[in-house]
């Protein structure tokens, strides 16, 4: 590894971007600067690079990059955003010698993994501490899901695009809901995404509200049609508000989104547990940790039992993908 090295990561999400740019020193990355932009106002990525590295750009030796979509041969297609983006077209565009795509949640679990025990919250008061393969799941302008392989020695991230499997109800209102989605989107497939995402948020709002469950408020459609969005409004309006729509928004969501991250355990194996990133689990934390999502989550049927046993953890912290990325930088040099 080279001291004194600068390295450029970024996070890259349908919503915003952020870029970060780091120094080597002795094996540690120590923070420079970073920014974050709007990444809709951009055709592509490199574009926001070059706007962050500014006219006397540093002499950067790797750049890594965890984006939302699925990442083929050093190239991506945004699931959020109308980009293409190529690692090559970056590193021609903006100088940078070694340049990496990864998925952006396969990017968020190399970074969960690294997070202090205090920027974590545990969900489950029977876990046991158990090592093996980590579920990693984050609801944010979508839904991204990744593993964490332990090979007996250290985890390897695995990215996934299990967020646009099929949704599967559990319950009556649940299977309410799909028929409303299937309707609202105009086809038999909908996804765990159209639920568990900020856009989801409001979709299960809207059935609700179509259901009849809870009166709407009128100072939710108000800050509505002032153009706040939906998503957050719907968490600050039943958590700060005591809005009933809202509050059942929430519940509804969070068993939802429960339920997924047990399938995900499920199928990784997840012996050491499960890590849920993403910019919704912290804004809601009390609405995560009042019961509904460990409830959903252990409801396995013959195997609710050890679903009981694993580790669910929300992380606080925002900039596990970035670090992720940065880490990952550090790789493409050593």
Known sequence: MKTGALLLAGDIGGTK????????????????????????????LSGIILDFLGD??????????GIAGPVSN??????????FVEESEISN??????????N????????????????????????????????VIAAGTGCGEAM???????????????????????????EGLLRSLRIKFGGGHVSYERILSGSGLYNTYQYLAEERVAPES??????LLEGEDPGKLIGRFALEENDPLCRETLRLFVRVYGAEAGNLALKSLALGGVLIGGGIAPKILPAMTNGDFISSFRDKGRFSDWMGTLSVKVALNQDAGLFGAAQHAVQLIS
């Open 17 to 44: 971007t952020k870029l970060a740019l780091y120094q080597l020193n002795d094996d540690r990355l120590q923070l420079l600067r970073d920014d974050v932009y709007k990444s809709i106002h951009y055709d592509g």
């Open 56 to 65: 006397e750009p540093p002499a950067l030796v790797a750049g890594c990059f």
């Open 74 to 83: 050093g190239q991506c297609r945004t699931t959020n955003l109308p980009w």
């Open 93 to 102: 565009q903006t100088g940078i010698p070694k340049v990496c795509l990864l």
């Open 104 to 135: 952006d949640l396969q990017a968020m679990a190399l970074g969960l993994a690294k997070l202090p025990t205090e920027e974590l919250v545990e969900l489950n008061p029977d876990a046991r501490v158990a090592t093996g393969n980590i579920a």
């Open 148 to 174: 964490l392989y332990w090979d007996g020695r250290i985890h390897h991230a695995i990215a996934t695009e299990g967020g646009h499997t099929d949704f599967a109800p559990n319950t009556r209102e649940q």
């Open 218 to 223: 009128p100072a939710f459609r108000e800050a």
